[in-house]
């Protein structure tokens, strides 16, 4: 019957919101998408919607598997809200699980804007050694101006010390 209210009426919440329960205690996942795109045309403000978008996301990545979907997603809460960290953070999860490094490396580059000093540091110990690695960038260069950049804010880094040793050592 609220597929019916859905047809006849793509805006009826109660609706949507009684399909969306039903297709999640169901594990009803694709079904639970599209209701959720739904619930998305139709909200108008910006929190309901990154929390609408997240949602399904978070259903397309955890659920159904559909990773570059789930990218795609968080893209566009992107578009709404470009300093989004929590969409950002989703996207570093993403990236690591496809291991597309030049999309993460970017990803780990824009959070270093909008976070702590801590943050940044972390941040900027993991892109250096996504540069390091030769799985992954390998570009030693960059590495070591990452590594710099790291030392010059925390010359004390015991993991940037041990890393730039390494590097010269081979």
Not at 70 to 91: F, H, K, N, S
Not at 115 to 136: H, K, N, P, T
Request: aromatic share 8%.
């Amino acid at each position: 019957i609220y597929e019916e209210l859905r047809a006849m009426d793509r805006g009826n919440a109660a609706a949507l919101d009684a399909l969306a329960r039903l297709y999640e205690d169901t594990s009803g996942w694709s079904q639970l998408v599209g209701v959720l795109q739904d619930k998305l045309e139709r909200a108008t403000e910006l929190d309901d919607r990154k929390w609408i978008a997240a949602e399904m996301a978070h259903t397309q990545a955890n659920r159904l598997e559909e990773l570059e979907d789930a990218i795609q997603t968080w893209r566009m809460v992107l578009e709404w809200d470009p300093d989004e960290v929590g969409a950002l953070r989703e996207l570093d999860r993403l990236y690591l699980r496809l291991e597309d490094w030049y999309s993460l490396g970017d990803i780990l580059k824009r959070l270093q804007e909008l976070v702590d000093e801590i943050g940044w540091l972390e941040l900027q110990f993991r892109l250096a050694r996504l540069y390091e690695s030769d799985e992954q960038l390998a570009d030693i260069q960059a590495a070591i101006d990452c590594y710099r950049q790291l030392l010059s804010r925390r010359p004390d880094h015991p993991g940037a010390i041990d890393s730039l040793r390494g590097i010269v050592e081979d």
